[in-house]
């Protein structure tokens, strides 16, 4: 616990508090997410949480925490835990159920998959207010020609591709999401994992996406979609 200089006298000193008052962000109500940081219970010290709820398919966005580690811990459902271990350059796929638990060191770039319906997440977070980067920020807020240029891509086939991610994603795809490619695109990478997941989570059997200079159309169709913002309180 960090070095506390509350007053534990204090007739505003707190010691409970109900998650259910401070919801951070909601796509629908199946896939949300309530926050505690020390803005909420200020007798906290180096702790804080989200309580995340997904369904099937749903992602919580790759993302880091520049400020705090985090374990992930299973109450109900099952889940994906995927991060990149920046030492080796991997991508490490940890499936999870109720009881089992994934542990993300301090500003590793990681995401959520829920595998079944009423997945239910508890993230921990050794920080009394955690910090957030999503990819949807970074991709959003970074000029397409940027992009193009650092990694020899189609400059309008970018600005195309990114263009409808206009806010902070959070939990993915966004809720108006009409591309059909998306469940399967989004979770075929995780279905090696384990056995039981592979009749739900199958590569997109989609167009091909073109985006580097020296490859030709014909190119695929794009649908509009919008994020949500989000902002962790």
């Given at each position: 616990?960090?070095?506390?200089?509350?007053?534990?006298?204090?007739?505003?000193?707190?010691f409970?508090?109900?998650?259910?008052?401070?919801?951070?962000?909601?796509?629908?109500?199946?896939n949300?997410?309530?926050?505690?940081?020390?803005?909420?219970?200020?007798?906290?010290?180096?702790?804080?949480?989200l309580?995340?709820?997904?369904?099937?398919?749903?992602?919580?966005?790759?993302?880091?925490?520049?400020?705090a580690?985090?374990?992930?811990?299973?109450?109900?459902?099952?889940?994906?835990?995927?991060?990149?271990?920046?030492?080796?350059?991997?991508?490490?796929?940890?499936?999870?159920?109720?009881?089992?638990?994934a542990?993300?060191?301090?500003?590793?770039?990681?995401?959520?998959?829920?595998?079944?319906?009423?997945?239910?997440?508890?993230?921990?977070?050794?920080?009394?207010?955690p910090e957030?980067i999503?990819?949807s920020?970074?991709?959003?807020?970074?000029?397409?020609?940027?992009?193009?240029?650092?990694?020899?891509?189609?400059?309008?086939?970018?600005?195309?591709?990114?263009a409808?991610?206009?806010?902070?994603?959070?939990?993915?795809?966004?809720?108006?999401?009409?591309?059909?490619?998306?469940?399967?695109?989004?979770?075929g990478?995780?279905?090696?994992?384990?056995?039981?997941?592979?009749?739900?989570?199958?590569?997109?059997?989609?167009?091909?996406v073109?985006?580097?200079?020296?490859?030709?159309?014909?190119?695929?169709?794009?649908?509009?979609?919008?994020?949500?913002?989000?902002?962790?309180?």
């Amino acid at each position: 616990m960090a070095v506390s200089y509350m007053d534990f006298t204090s007739p505003t000193v707190q010691f409970t508090y109900d998650l259910r008052n401070n919801n951070t962000f909601t796509k629908d109500n199946r896939n949300y997410i309530n926050t505690l940081s020390i803005n909420q219970l200020n007798t906290l010290g180096n702790v804080s949480l989200l309580d995340i709820f997904l369904s099937t398919g749903n992602v919580v966005e790759p993302h880091t925490h520049q400020n705090a580690s985090e374990l992930v811990y299973c109450i109900t459902g099952s889940a994906v835990v995927s991060l990149i271990n920046p030492f080796t350059s991997k991508l490490l796929n940890y499936p999870i159920q109720p009881g089992q638990v994934a542990n993300i060191p301090q500003g590793w770039w990681h995401y959520e998959i829920a595998t079944v319906d009423n997945t239910h997440l508890l993230a921990i977070f050794d920080a009394p207010i955690p910090e957030f980067i999503g990819a949807s920020d970074m991709l959003r807020l970074t000029p397409a020609s940027v992009l193009a240029h650092t990694y020899c891509l189609n400059e309008e086939l970018v600005e195309e591709a990114l263009a409808p991610i206009t806010n902070t994603v959070v939990i993915g795809p966004p809720a108006n999401c009409n591309n059909n490619q998306v469940q399967g695109a989004a979770t075929g990478n995780v279905a090696h994992t384990n056995q039981s997941m592979q009749s739900q989570f199958v590569p997109s059997q989609g167009k091909k996406v073109y985006l580097h200079r020296d490859e030709q159309p014909p190119y695929p169709q794009y649908h509009p979609v919008i994020g949500n913002g989000w902002n962790y309180r």
